[in-house]
């Protein structure tokens, strides 16, 4: 989460015209956030029974309808406060856009056991909260940047892609933030992309680029050749691949590749099939024998020689 929200952060703070807050670095809370919460937390908690009791009051009268779509864990009294905090920090202080960084497991797996679930999601505030529209506007930019060579969740009610949701504070719970306010689940933590140190720092990097490219296409403020951009390509391969090589940057960069090719994952696969695993499996293999034959590289074998290599520099300088 630090790692991610520092790279997005510096990304974004480039822009004049963004006034950005990092709320928590490897230093802990930002120190103006951290005094606020201090100082103002009999105000928060007037604030969080205020905005409960508005809740229950225009649910007991039908004016809002009460949708749970996913259970979640209840967030610790502490961390309650302070993410609720937030939200009247923000709401002082006129935020427009408030992101939330997570990375994902789901209840009952043990430690070591293999996840069997993957991908992303984000969320965002349900339909008939005040911040919904804009929130969904901004995190749908994301979404579609994201969606580029990481895959949606394939968690049931995850799997839209967007998903709505009136519990989580982040979002403003009880209607507790004026601004767009969007969770990225950014994947779940065992997935290879995280728990491969080899590649999870260049992973980190372009998921920060891709929400950074996501916050700028809102805003309009792209730049010309930003449709493929990635931290993944260019790169420069120096080794034969092949299948059953374990997990390495070329490998993840070279399954990137591909994918901008429009040939990874191999038809009949999905994203949670084959994704940027950064392990040389069947599904690479498979992924490079249809670059081969495209380009017309012989023989097609699936085998990443010096000719592949070639191509793959041409394609991606």
């Given at each position: 989460?630090?790692?991610?929200?520092?790279?997005?952060?510096?990304?974004?703070?480039?822009?004049?015209?963004?006034?950005?807050?990092?709320?928590?670095?490897?230093?802990?809370?930002?120190?103006?956030?951290?005094?606020?919460?201090?100082?103002?937390?009999?105000?928060?908690?007037?604030?969080?029974?205020?905005?409960?009791?508005?809740?229950?009051?225009?649910?007991?009268?039908?004016?809002?309808?009460?949708?749970?779509?996913?259970?979640?864990?209840?967030?610790?009294?502490?961390?309650?406060?302070?993410?609720?905090?937030?939200?009247?920090?923000?709401?002082?202080?006129?935020?427009?856009?408030?992101?939330?960084?997570?990375?994902?497991?789901?209840?009952?797996?043990?430690?070591?056991?293999?996840?069997?679930?993957?991908?992303?999601?984000?969320?965002?505030?349900?339909?008939?909260?005040?911040?919904?529209?804009?929130?969904?506007?901004?995190?749908?930019?994301?979404?579609?940047?994201?969606?580029?060579?990481?895959?949606?969740?394939?968690?049931?009610?995850?799997?839209?892609?967007?998903?709505?949701?009136?519990?989580?504070?982040?979002?403003?719970?009880?209607?507790?933030?004026?601004?767009?306010?969007?969770?990225?689940?950014?994947?779940?933590?065992?997935?290879?992309?995280?728990?491969?140190?080899?590649?999870?720092?260049?992973?980190?990097?372009?998921?920060?680029?891709?929400?950074y490219l996501g916050v700028m296409d809102f805003f309009g403020a792209g730049e010309d050749g930003d449709e493929q951009k990635t931290r993944l390509v260019p790169y420069t391969w120096k080794r034969n691949l092949e299948e059953g090589m374990e997990a390495k940057r070329d490998i993840v960069s070279l399954q990137a590749a591909l994918a901008l090719a429009g040939v990874y994952p191999p038809q009949g696969k999905s994203k949670n099939d084959c994704g940027l695993t950064g392990f040389f499996g069947p599904c690479t293999k498979q992924s490079v024998q249809i670059f081969q034959q495209k380009y017309g590289i012989?023989?097609?074998?699936?085998?990443?020689?010096?000719?592949?290599?070639?191509?793959?520099?041409?394609?991606?300088?």
């Amino acid at each position: 989460n630090l790692a991610l929200g520092e790279q997005l952060y510096a990304l974004l703070k480039k822009e004049s015209f963004l006034d950005v807050t990092l709320s928590q670095t490897a230093q802990g809370y930002d120190p103006v956030l951290l005094s606020y919460f201090a100082d103002n937390r009999d105000d928060i908690l007037a604030f969080v029974a205020k905005q409960k009791g508005l809740m229950e009051k225009y649910i007991s009268t039908g004016d809002i309808e009460r949708v749970v779509n996913i259970e979640h864990n209840a967030a610790p009294t502490e961390a309650a406060i302070r993410l609720y905090g937030i939200n009247q920090w923000a709401n002082e202080h006129g935020i427009d856009i408030v992101i939330h960084i997570h990375f994902n497991d789901y209840p009952g797996r043990s430690k070591n056991a293999r996840g069997k679930y993957s991908g992303f999601a984000v969320y965002v505030p349900e339909r008939q909260y005040s911040n919904a529209k804009g929130s969904k506007s901004v995190a749908r930019s994301i979404e579609k940047r994201l969606a580029m060579l990481y895959p949606q969740s394939n968690l049931p009610k995850e799997s839209t892609g967007l998903v709505e949701d009136q519990e989580l504070i982040a979002l403003g719970s009880n209607n507790t933030l004026d601004g767009a306010g969007m969770l990225i689940e950014y994947g779940y933590i065992y997935e290879p992309a995280f728990s491969e140190q080899d590649i999870r720092d260049v992973v980190l990097k372009d998921l920060a680029l891709q929400t950074y490219l996501g916050v700028m296409d809102f805003f309009g403020a792209g730049e010309d050749g930003d449709e493929q951009k990635t931290r993944l390509v260019p790169y420069t391969w120096k080794r034969n691949l092949e299948e059953g090589m374990e997990a390495k940057r070329d490998i993840v960069s070279l399954q990137a590749a591909l994918a901008l090719a429009g040939v990874y994952p191999p038809q009949g696969k999905s994203k949670n099939d084959c994704g940027l695993t950064g392990f040389f499996g069947p599904c690479t293999k498979q992924s490079v024998q249809i670059f081969q034959q495209k380009y017309g590289i012989v023989p097609a074998e699936g085998f990443v020689g010096e000719k592949t290599r070639q191509k793959l520099h041409e394609l991606y300088p």
